[in-house]
C-alpha cells in the first residue's frame, strides 16, 4: 500500500481516513484495554505471587509454577483428553455444520426455515447447569428416562455415571446438540452470500442437487470453512470447562474419559486457591494455542494462498 | 501509516509505565502506614490517648461471612454501632456482607485492588498460612501490643495458635475455641422411632441404629455423605488434619501423639469406608448423593436424615439455635473436647495488605471485644427489630421473623467476647458457666501452635488434590463396588502424586517445631 502513496499525499490520505479512525477507535480502546493491557499480569505464571509485594515487586520463581502440570500422573490423561476431544468437536462441527446450514438453505417456506433455524439454535443459549440437569432426567440411575426404557425391553439398568465407557459419545453428543446452531449461521450466511446465477448456470446444464452442492456450494464454503478451522484450532487447548465439568457430575470413576486440562486445574486448586499456577496453566495453554495458529495457517498458506488468514 | 504505528507503539509503552508505576504504588502502602502506626504516640500506654480525635473518622471494612442473605437493615446496624464508635475511637464501621461460597474468592479480589476491605475472617475458608505466605493478612505483633493490649489479654493463651514463623497474623475470633466433633441429631426422630444415641456412638453402633431406623420407616436415612466432597474422617476418629482435609497426612490421637501418617492408608479409613459401603447397600444412606445435588444439610435440615455431623461446643449450641429449624437438634460429642490450631484459626480476625489504616482497625478489633454493646450489635443487630430478651443476657427472634428473612444477623463470623454477649435461647443463664467449664475442660493437643507452611510442596499438594477429588468422593458415599481394590488404585495414585513428600514435609516441619517448644 506504501509504495502506492506518495510521500507528499500522505497528509491528505490520513485526514480522508481520519473520520475512519475516529469510528475505529472505542473497539481499539476495547482490544487494548481488553486484550492487550492484561498481558502485563502473564508474568505471574512465573512468580511466586505476594499480594502485598504486588505484581512487579513479587519474587521470580521460574517455571516452578507449570510443574503440577507436568509431573502428575494425570497430565498424559488431560493431555489426550483435551486434544482428542476438541478434535472431534472441530471436525465433527464442521461437517454437521455445513451440512445442516444446507438443508436449511434448501428449505423454501420463510416461515418453517426460521422456525428450525431457532429451534437448532436454542440449545446453545442455555447454560450447562440446565444442560447438566437435561441429561440427568435421562441418565438418572434411580428414574431416568433411559433405563425406564430399557426395563420395558428386559435389560437391565445401567449405572449411567459410573460406565465410563458411554461417555466419550455422550459429551460429544451433548456438544454437537449445544454448539451446532453456532455454526451453522456462519456457513448459512456464506451460503447466502453465494451469487444465485452459479445455480442458475448449472441447472441449464442439467445438474442434479447433489451436483450443485458438491461443485458449487462447498467450493465456495471453503474459505469459511478454513477460516473458522485455524480459529478454532487456536482454542483446541481449551476445553469446555461447563461441559466437562457439568455434564459427567463430577463423577470420580468417570474421569478418565472426562477430566481435561481445565477441569483438572480447577480440582488441584480448588482446595488452595493459587493464583500464580492458574495464570501458568492459561498460559500454557495459549501459548500452544497461539503454535498451532501459526503452524495450520502456514500449512493452508502453502496449498492456497489466498486462504490463509495471514 | 508509519505515524500511526509510531503513535500507537508510544501509546502502548506509556500505558505500560502507567500500569507498572501504579502496581508499584500499591505495593509501597502497606510500607508507608505499617510506619505512620509505629509513629504514633504510645506515651502511657492508654489505649484512648493514641487516638487522634482531629482527623476524620476512619471507616473500617469488616465481613460478615453468610449464606448470601442480603440483610437490609445492614445500614442501620452500622449507624447504631457508629453512635458508639465515633466518640469512643473515633471511628465507623462498614459491614460487608459475603457469601461464604464466594469467600476465597471475594478475599483475593479486595486485596488485589477491588472492594475496600481492613478486617476478613482468616482461616474459614483459606488456610491462614496461606494467606499469611500469600502477603493477604499483615504481622499484627506491634499494633497488639500498642493499641490492642485489652485484646491480647483476653486471646492471650490463644495467639500461638495465630503465630506463623514467629509473629502473631490473626486475633482469635471466638476467645473459647475449644470443640468435640460429634453428630447432630433430629430428637423428635429419636424420640418417634425409639431410637438414643450415647455419647461418643460408634460406628457399628450406628449401624444398629440405622437397621432400626429402616425396619420402622424405609423412607428415611440414617444420615447422607452428599456429594462426598467433604470428609467425615475427623468426625468418628479424633485426628488432627493441619487444615489439609487429610491430604497433609493426620495426626490419630493428637491429645498424645505426634506422628503424622497417611490417613488415606490407615485401617481406620478402610474400615470407614467399609462402614460406609455397607451404609449404601443396607439403604441406610442415598444410593445416589453422589449425582443428585443435595448436601447433607439440606437433606437434615428438612427432616429426611437421622443425623448430620457437627462441632460441638457451647459455641455449636449457638449456631444451632441460630439455624431456624423445625425440630430440636441434639448435639453428641463423639472425639474429646480438644483445643487445636486449627479449631483457633478457624475463626479468627486477620488485617489486609490493603487496609489503608491498620492502626484503626486495630482500634475497631480492639473495642469489639471489650465494649458488649458494640458487640452485640454486629452480631444479633438491633433490640426490637432483630431480636427481643427472654432474661437478662437471653434473646431470642421476635415474632414472625426467622432467621432467613431477618433484616440482620450473623451466620459463621463471631463478633466479640462470647462471655459479654447476649446468647440465643434456648440457652439460658446458666450458659456462661457451661462455656466457662468447657474451656476449662479443653485438653491442647500436641501440635496446638504448629502451623504447616506448604510452600515447598505447592506442586503435590495440586496433584494430590486432584487425585483426591477424583477417588475420595466414591469410597465416602459407599459406591465403589470393592472398596479395597479401589482404595489401592487410590492410594498407588497418591503416591504417584507425591503425597509422601507433602506427609514428611509435614513431619520434618513439626519436628523442628516441637524441638523449639
Known sequence: MEHQVMPKKK??????????????????????INNYIPLYGLQIAFKKFNFNKGIWGSKWVGFDNFEYLFTSVQAFRITRNTLLYNLAFILLGMVLGVTVAILINEIVGEKIKKFYQTVILLPYLMSMVIIAYLVYAYLSPTNGLFNSILNTFGIEDINWYGEKKYWPFILVFVNQWKNIGFGMIFYLSSILGISKDYYEAAQIDGATKWQQIRKITIPLLAPTIITLLIISMGQIFRSDFGLFYQIPMRQGSLMPVTDTIDTFVYRSLMQKPNMAMSSAAGFYQSVVGFILIVTVNAIVRKKSKENAMF | MKNMKKFLALLLALILVVSMTACGKSADKSGETGAQATKAPSTDGQTESLINFDEEPY?????????????????????????????AINCKVKIVNYHIADHATKVSLAVAG????????????????????????????????ERGKELLAKAVNLVKATTVDGEVYAVP????????????????????YGITIPENVTLEQLTAIGAKLKAANPDLYLNTQGDGSL?????????????????YGVIFDPLNSTSIVNAYESEQYKEYCKVFKNWKDLGYIPADSLTNGQN?????????TLYQWISVSPTSEQVVAGKGL??????????????STAAV???????????????????FLNFLYTNAEVANLLQYGIEGTHYVKVSDNIITYPEGVNPMSIGYGRIFTQFGDTLQQFQLAPATESYYDDLKAFAAEAKPTKTLGYVFNTDNVATEIAAVASVVSEYRPVLETGMSDNVDATLAEFNAALKDAGIEKIISENQAQLDAWLAEQ
Open chain 2, 326 to 339: 423445625s425440630f430440636t437438634e441434639t448435639l453428641v460429642p463423639i472425639t474429646p473436647n480438644e483445643l
Open chain 2, 173 to 192: 475470633a471466638s476467645l473459647y475455641p475449644s470443640k468435640a466433633n460429634g453428630i447432630g441429631y433430629n430428637q423428635q426422630m429419636a424420640d418417634e
Open chain 1, 11 to 32: 497528509k491528505k490520505k490520513w485526514k480522508h481516513w481520519l473520520p475512519l479512525y475516529l469510528m475505529g477507535i472505542p473497539g481499539m480502546a476495547y482490544l487494548l
Open chain 2, 231 to 247: 470428609t467425615s474422617l475427623n468426625v468418628y476418629y479424633d485426628l488432627e488434619a493441619f487444615g489439609g482435609d487429610l491430604n
Open chain 2, 296 to 304: 447433607g444439610q439440606d437433606v437434615f435440615n428438612a427432616g429426611q
Open chain 2, 345 to 363: 484459626q478457624e475463626f479468627a480476625w486477620g488485617i489486609t495488605s490493603s487496609c489503608d489504616r491498620p492502626d484503626k482497625a486495630m482500634d
Open chain 2, 114 to 145: 477491588g472492594d475496600k476491605l481492613d478486617l476478613i475472617n482468616t482461616g474459614l475458608t483459606t488456610a491462614l498460612s496461606t494467606l499469611v505466605s500469600d502477603g493477604v493478612v499483615i504481622s499484627l505483633d506491634e499494633l497488639l501490643a
Open chain 2, 59 to 87: 471507616e473500617v471494612a469488616i465481613e460478615n461471612v453468610t449464606l448470601g442473605q442480603e440483610y437490609a437493615d445492614t445500614a442501620a446496624v452500622e449507624a447504631a454501632i457508629n453512635a458508639i464508635t465515633v466518640p
